[in-house]
């Protein structure tokens, strides 16, 4: 077990790709803070790990409030101790130009991808420090790193948390705490399917999602959370302020 006697939150984890990268830390050995909004779901998460004899609790939190953050890290590490991985990966995605785009969306928007990285960052990063290890996996996406159609205001926040990650890299690494950005491209995820279900063209839309690969499929949240598990495993200890797209070529094209 390469996590065993590690703590890991992971923001955005009742579904997706947060909710896989939770399973994939506590099959690691990983005790695993899954976080969300959604009670329910976050329990059922947390009864598939507990059902393959992991560990794992749920943890409500609006992760854009400071006092919301603060009582989180507070409440995980007096269940399971001090903090060692974080996973940003809570997100939102709002279609639109900047034309079309109201000021509410866009601040909502920079909120849930970028604040709530910030807050959930610098709310553990001192105890990090003080200890000298630790890793903080940001969840990018493909549009931090290139201009998609449609996405003004998810393509500027993604390409601040890029950003972000590259800055606090800079800044931490040196005292023993890792910091890496994941920018997955499509992924078959319940916030995909409904987008797609919910297009006037179904078919039309999965079709711009595949045109945009080399491969000819979309990934899935396993292929992130494997990604995820290399930047937190402490034996990575070389890997910092890496941006890596998981994106079936995407970004080579």
Not at 26 to 39: D, I, K, N, P
Not at 143 to 160: E, F, M, Q
Request: net charge neutral.
């Amino acid at each position: 077990m390469r996590l065993k006697d590690e703590v890991a939150i992971v923001t955005g984890a009742t579904s997706g790709i947060g909710a896989e990268i939770a399973r994939r830390f506590a099959l690691e050995g990983s005790r695993v803070a899954v976080v969300g909004r959604h009670a329910q779901r976050g329990a059922d998460v947390c009864r598939e790990i507990e059902a393959a004899s992991g560990h794992a609790a749920f943890f409500a939190a609006d992760v854009t409030c400071e006092s919301d953050v603060t009582a989180l890290v507070d409440a995980v590490r007096q269940r399971f101790g001090q903090v060692s991985v974080v996973v940003n990966n809570a997100g939102l995605s709002i279609p639109g130009t900047v034309v079309d785009t109201s000021p509410k969306q866009w601040h909502d928007l920079f909120e849930i991808n970028v604040t709530s990285a910030y807050l959930l960052s610098r709310c553990v990063l001192p105890q990090m420090l003080e200890v000298g290890r630790g890793s903080i996996v940001n969840i990018s996406s493909e549009a931090g790193l290139k201009g998609l159609r449609d996405r003004a205001a998810y393509c500027a926040a993604k390409a601040a948390l890029v950003g972000l990650t590259k800055a606090m890299a800079v800044d931490h690494s040196a005292h023993g705490v890792r910091i890496n950005c994941i920018c997955p491209g499509t992924v078959e995820t319940p916030m995909i399917s409904r987008m797609i279900e919910a297009h006037p063209d179904p078919d039309r839309l999965r079709n711009t999602f595949l045109q945009r690969r080399i491969t000819p499929y979309l990934g899935t949240p396993k292929d992130i959370a494997e990604a995820a598990l290399y930047f937190a495993l402490p034996e990575n200890r070389y890997v910092t302020g890496a941006i890596l797209a998981i994106d079936g070529g995407s970004s080579a094209s």
